[in-house]
């Protein structure tokens, strides 16, 4: 594996189709065996600072990552593609990771919509190559409105699946998303991230910063792939 930046990553075009090419950044310790194709969520893209200190965390874990551009960021737009383009979008970006991280565990998902776009990609056509979808704050539903549409795609996924979702998250009533990966069975979990929010912040009568929820729930995102090996 060839390494970036020890901070941001080397850039790269991906070719999604004969009309459309997105930004990505590839960073890669020296050794790692894990890779993380990390899809951003829906109002901030690759360089948003959540996306570049997870990149940056998990090199020092020893976990290669490529974070993309989904192509209406990479136009300036603020509205979503269509989910055909989106999972396009993915599925350049899975493989360029597989042809950049050689052997080793490769795992895709990301943040919020850019997690659903993945699982949704993988729910129509599995991703070649990929072992196991991470999702971090899974949007079960809009803020405000309880609902379980949103994951009825994940039953035709047959691949591990990990869920890390805050306890005060909007976008995922617990019990319901318990509920959901409950119904998945054995090839599902969740790590659940204490009174984190849908951005895993939490509040200063946590006890904790920012930084150290993120670093625990990497962590944790980590032992996971590293026993998927």
């Known amino acids: 594996m060839s390494s970036g930046s020890a901070d941001v990553g080397q850039l790269l075009t991906l070719t999604v189709d004969a009309q459309t090419q997105v930004s990505a950044r590839w960073l890669a310790p020296a050794g790692a065996r894990l890779t993380y194709v990390l899809a951003h969520g829906a109002g901030a ?17 020893k ?20 989910p055909p383009l989106c999972h396009a979008t993915v599925r350049a970006a899975v493989a360029r990771a597989q042809l950049l991280a050689g052997p080793g565990v490769l795992v895709a998902g990301g943040r919020s919509f850019g997690g659903r776009m993945t699982s949704q990609a993988q729910a129509l056509q599995p991703l070649p190559g990929v072992r196991a979808l991470a999702l971090l704050g899974f949007p079960l539903h809009p803020a405000g409105k309880p609902a379980q549409e949103r ?25 319901l998303l318990q509920q959901t990966v409950t119904a998945l069975g054995a090839r599902a979990r969740i790590y ?23 670093g625990a729930l990497l962590a944790a995102l980590t032992a996971w792939m590293e026993a998927l090996s």
């Open 45 to 61: 893209g690759m360089e948003h600072p959540f996306m570049r200190a997870v990149a940056r965390e998990l090199a020092a874990l």
């Open 63 to 82: 976990v290669a990552t490529l974070r993309y551009q989904f192509p209406y960021l990479e136009r300036g737009a603020k509205r979503p593609d269509p």
């Open 151 to 175: 994951a009825r795609h994940l039953a035709h996924i047959q691949l591990p699946m990990l869920f890390v979702q805050g306890t005060r998250d909007a976008l995922a009533e617990p019990a």
């Open 192 to 214: 659940w991230v204490n009174d984190a929010d849908h951005a895993f912040h939490v509040p200063a009568r946590s006890g904790q910063k920012d930084a150290q929820v993120r």
